[in-house]
């Protein structure tokens, strides 16, 4: 992967079994911080805890947050995006956890599974939970992100799109039938 000046990206190597090769996350890097480039300060972005995902999912989520979260952060609350809890990294296993069917994007490290947004300023702080926001500007900070990953991403699934994204924003990178066919719900 090429270095992400200001970003703490750590080699890792995938655990998984190698007799299945849909689970091979091609360059994987851990995940533990983003720097906001343009950000006079050296602001950063924590990952709580830090994923395993593959370099080209890192760099799709690295400019999602430069170009459309952050500025939403700053539009909706006035407050910076300080970290994101997240889970759903590289994790081999089939789509939605089911026991037939497709190898999900998880298994390769092209997948991320957002639950929260963390914004702070100096002393204020606020958290945005994918499953529940509290009130109308929550609501539509989410609506907003949620729109942005339909941009960013090439799959995007969250609240409402079926039980298993019900309590947060998945977005991957998995190239479809046509590379400007995307999957939004």
């Known amino acids: 992967m090429a270095s992400i000046p200001g970003n703490r990206l750590e080699s890792a190597v995938s655990n998984v079994s190698k007799a299945d ?15 906001i480039r343009g950000s006079a300060s050296g602001q950063t972005v924590t990952f709580e805890p830090a994923p395993l995902i593959s370099c080209a999912m890192a760099s ?3 400019d999602w947050l430069d170009t459309s979260i952050q500025p939403l952060a700053r539009g909706y609350f006035n407050l910076s995006l300080a970290a ?11 789509r939605n956890g089911a026991s037939t069917g497709p190898i999900s994007e998880h298994a390769s490290g092209q997948a991320l599974d957002i639950f ?15 499953e529940k926001p509290s009130g109308l500007v929550q609501n ?8 942005s990953a339909c941009g960013a ?12 994204h019900a309590n947060h924003l998945h977005v ?12 939004c719900q």
């Open 60 to 62: 799709a989520v690295a």
């Open 140 to 147: 539509r900070f989410l609506d907003a992100v949620r729109q």
């Open 116 to 130: 929260a947004f963390k914004l702070a300023e100096g002393g204020t702080s606020e958290t945005v939970l994918v």
């Open 84 to 94: 994101m809890r997240v889970g759903g990294g590289q994790e081999c296993r089939r």
């Open 172 to 183: 991957d990178i998995q190239t479809r039938r046509s590379r400007t066919s995307r999957f």
């Open 21 to 35: 090769p849909a689970c091979r996350v091609d360059e994987p890097v851990r995940l533990h911080a983003l720097a």
């Open 153 to 164: 991403f090439m799959t995007a699934l969250g609240p409402g799109s079926d039980a298993a």
